[in-house]
Each structure stands twice: as structure tokens, then as C-alpha cells.
């Protein structure tokens, strides 16, 4: 790996563990095995990594299968959902999130991209006739976003995000009926082998 | 308000605004106007007062209308987010359980005690005959908290909360064709006068 990416891995699995107050430029640069001399030739404070690793998502994930509509929604909800437990990326970016005073602006807010991402895969749902009529798909986006969001807050210090997988199926177990037409919402597949395919 | 009230009151602001990490005994016990002796002969640590005002929750909820099975449910989520912009107890417990390492016995998990009510709340519609056949009441229950949980942090930086009640109805509004029969989703009633009738 190169020093820059040594080093945002290193700050991120320093931000998932202690938060963005309880992280410190020296502990960053231990973790990488660097000096602070090192670190500060990339970087020159530990928000502008915060900021990197919060723009940087949901580019992360993506879902190993080729969809289309209501079940690229899902499929890219369940790649998060497996993913958040062993990427700490993902995870960091998860706590920094919350941290709220900080990461305000809207282009290092990774809730608004998410929602944006599932608008589209909604309204291309729509576009193929898969919702039912009247459906909003803002406010469904909206919901989505906030639930996993509420998901994964639960999740880590019950399970290490490792329930996380069951409440997004289960999420949208719930919500299909509301969303999808019948017909739609049966052809939905969940389960691993929708986020496992491209490394069998 | 008596001393130990005051002081209740004082650590809720203090939590609402520096989250657990941020907040010290002496910082509650200024905006307390006491001093820290007066403190520590109510409370021994921050940590007490915390505990104390997350298991307190979601007690300050209460709907002021009279109503049963899925319109409790939906005046019990509009009461907390019509009330928590202004109630600093209500804040601080939104931010405390997101602190995730100290507080995650059941016991203080306000999380769980969410869904215990929402759960109750659900199957008391299933007795009234209000939702679908095949509902999963758990697991709607458990969504109806994550998201409410997600649309909280969400509407914390954006509009102090302001925007939180529009949220509540619109996750309701997306939620409510896959939980009841038509009839009884056409009933529900949203809006202030749900939760202000009380003070009217």
C-alpha cells in the first residue's frame, strides 16, 4: 500500500474505535507506523481525513450482481450491510457521521449521497413499472437512509454490525408491501449471494 | 425545582450540547449555578446522571390524546419529535445512547424500551384487526425505532430538530400501506393537534 492509503486506513479504523474527538494525529501516525513528520506531509490535520473519508463514501460499496431498480436498491443496501463489519472505512465513516458539529456541509454528507443513490435506483424501480402507484419515492429514499442509518447505530454495540445484514433484509421485508407491486416485491432476492457472487 | 432536579436538568443541557466525552461534573455544576460539594451530594459521577436520564426514557412521552393500537403508536413518535426540540432530556438521551461503549446494558438501552412500546402498540392494532394479514410486528417495531433513530441525527444539524415531526409522518405515510388494511390506514391522524390538544 502506499503511505496515503496506509494512512486513511489507519485513520479510519483510529476514528471507528475512538470517534473524531477521541482521535489524535500522534495515534493515527502510530497505528500507520509512521512519524509525525510522515503523516503531516499527507496530511495536514486529522479533520482533512475525517473530510476524505467522508466524501469518499458510498463509493465503497458496490454490488458484486448486475440489477436494476427495486432490487439494486436492496442489493446495494445488503453490500453495505455485509461490508460494514470488515471495512473500516465503512465504519468510520458511519461514527463521523454522527459526530455532527463538524460534517455539516452537504458534500461531506454521506446521508444526503445515500439518499440520492436510492432515489435514482427508486425511480428507475418506477420507470419499470415495479412500484405501486402514488408511491413516494423521496420520502421512501429518506426512510431507507434513516433506517439503516438507526440499523447500524444499533447493531455495533450489540452484534460488531454482524445483525446488520438481518435488520436491512428484515427492513425491507416490512417496507415491500408498501412499495412494491406484488408481483415487483416476490422477485426480490436477499440473502448473501447477492453481495458474495463476484469472489466466488 | 429542587437541587436534584436542577441538576438533572443542567447535566441533560450540558450531554445535549458536548455529548458524553465533552461534558465534566464541573460544567454541570456551573450551568447549575451550584457548586461541585452540592453536586456530588446528589450525584456521585456524570456517568450516574446519565444513566439515570436514559432509563428515565421514554417516560417524558406521553400523547396527550386519548387513542389506541396504530394511532397510539403514530401519536407516541409524534409526541417525542414534537417535543424533543424543546426538551433537553429528550436531547440528551438521543445523543447518549449514540455513545455507544458505556451505555449498552438492556437496562439503559432506551432503544429497546422504544420497541417494547411500539411492539405493545402494534399488537393491540392486530387485536382491533387494523393491519394486514402477515405483518411482522417485531420487526416493524424494530424499524419503526431505527428510522425515527436515523431521522433524529439527520434533523439535528440540518434544523435543530425543527424538521423531526414532518419526518415522523412521512416515515408513517411510507410505512402505513404495508402495515394496515386500507380502512384502518385512511383513520390515522397526523399533525400538531395530536399532541398539543393537552395545553389547548
Not at 51 to 63: D, G, M, N
Not at 149 to 169: C, N, W
Not at 181 to 190: L, Q, T
Request: with cysteine; aromatic share 6%; hydrophobic share 40%.
Amino acid at each position: 500500500m502506499r503511505t496515503r492509503a496506509v494512512l486513511v486506513r489507519a485513520a479510519a479504523e483510529t476514528f471507528a474505535e475512538y470517534g473524531f474527538a477521541g482521535t489524535t494525529v500522534s495515534r493515527i501516525a502510530e497505528r500507520a507506523g509512521l512519524t509525525l513528520g510522515a503523516m503531516y506531509f499527507h496530511f495536514k490535520s486529522k479533520e482533512e481525513l475525517a473530510r476524505l473519508i467522508l466524501t469518499s463514501q458510498p463509493e465503497p460499496v458496490v454490488p458484486p450482481l448486475d440489477s436494476r431498480g427495486l432490487q439494486h436498491a436492496v442489493d446495494l443496501t445488503l453490500a453495505w450491510a455485509y461490508e460494514l463489519p470488515g471495512n473500516p472505512v465503512l465504519q468510520a465513516g458511519a461514527r463521523l457521521v454522527l459526530e455532527q458539529r463538524l460534517f455539516t456541509e452537504p458534500h461531506v454528507n454521506s446521508h444526503r449521497r445515500w439518499t440520492g443513490l436510492l432515489l435514482e435506483d427508486l425511480e428507475q424501480a418506477r420507470r419499470r413499472r415495479e412500484l405501486r402507484a402514488g408511491v413516494d419515492t423521496e420520502a421512501c429514499a429518506r426512510l431507507i437512509v434513516s433506517s439503516c442509518t438507526g440499523a447500524q447505530i444499533q447493531s455495533r454495540p450489540k452484534t460488531s454490525y454482524r445483525d446488520l445484514p438481518a435488520r436491512v433484509e428484515e427492513m425491507w421485508r416490512c417496507l415491500l408491501p408498501a412499495l412494491a407491486v406484488p408481483s415487483a416485491a416476490k422477485k426480490v432476492r436477499f440473502g448473501e449471494e447477492r453481495v458474495r457472487a463476484a469472489s466466488l
